[in-house]
């Protein structure tokens, strides 16, 4: 059993630096698409009691939840007197301040075998409470689904034209004068994926394996969808609730 730690210190701290950096203008291209347009007969009442309407893109709707979480962390770190831009000194203290402290508190182990472990005390644990309500429902939904895929290729290897497909890709990418390399050269190892039929019975597969396995864990799929939507409703009200403040501070309301 393995256990999945977070991304090192440095690594997040590149990560949460380059966010912050990028925040505002993300920020701004979101609220465009996440704050209804006031103004007009009776338009600002009925945006206001259905809420900031969402942006209609996958990819928009991601960048707005890790926008909105990016916030709540370092308004979290704030309030220890720390940042993601903190010195090197404080490393150690602001990964603490970031993932917890301690033994982890949460911990899914997959069916391939895998333990994927969180903590409940950091900045990033508290700003997923804010945003999706249930942390520990959130984690343990998230990891089965980010593994959805994962699970369909292990079960892969047990099927029988896998295995006979795999074999020839072995004695393919082994050298004739010495054992098998732990790691293949890429180009080799595509070549006699080619030819040894693998990318083709990877190709058949793993459809097949996928929606198998998506439908045994409709479940969790539906829990994901609600927590998600969830998270995208509470970060468009973050947004939308931050734009009336900076109006306010600026004198003016929208019209």
Do not use: I
């Not at 590149?14 to 701004?28: D, N």
């Not at 991601?62 to 220890?80: H, I, N, T």
């Not at 969808?225 to 009200?237: C, E, N, P, V």
């Amino acid at each position: 059993m393995r256990a999945v730690r977070p991304s090192r210190t440095l690594r997040t701290l590149r990560t949460l630096c380059t966010l912050r950096a990028a925040a505002p203008v993300v920020l701004a291209a979101l609220l465009v698409l996440a704050v209804p347009a006031l103004g007009g007969c009776g338009t600002t009442t009925d945006a206001a009691r259905a809420g900031p309407s969402l942006p209609s893109g996958e990819r928009q709707r991601d960048d707005l939840v890790k926008a909105a979480q990016q916030v709540l962390v370092e308004r979290c770190l704030a309030g220890q007197g720390l940042s993601s831009e903190g010195p090197g000194a404080e490393d150690r203290r602001l990964q603490g301040a970031l993932f917890g402290r301690g033994r982890a508190e949460l911990a899914v182990t997959l069916p391939t075998g895998y333990t994927v472990k969180a903590h409940t005390d950091g900045c990033l644990a508290a700003a997923r409470r804010e945003l999706y309500g249930d942390e520990r429902r959130w984690f343990r939904t998230q990891v089965v689904v980010d593994n959805l895929r994962t699970e369909a290729r292990q079960r892969m290897k047990h099927d029988p034209d896998y295995r006979v497909a795999h074999g020839r890709w072995v004695r393919c990418v082994t050298p004739a004068d010495g054992p098998r390399p732990e790691r293949p050269d890429p180009e080799a190892a595509a070549r006699c994926a080619r030819e040894s039929g693998l990318d083709t019975v990877r190709a058949r597969l793993e459809p097949v394996l996928l929606a198998r396995v998506r439908t045994e864990r409709r479940d969790q799929l539906t829990t994901y969808r609600q927590l998600r939507t969830r998270a995208l409703h509470r970060a468009a009200d973050l947004y939308a609730a931050r734009t009336v403040q900076k109006n306010r501070e600026k004198g003016s309301t929208p019209s």
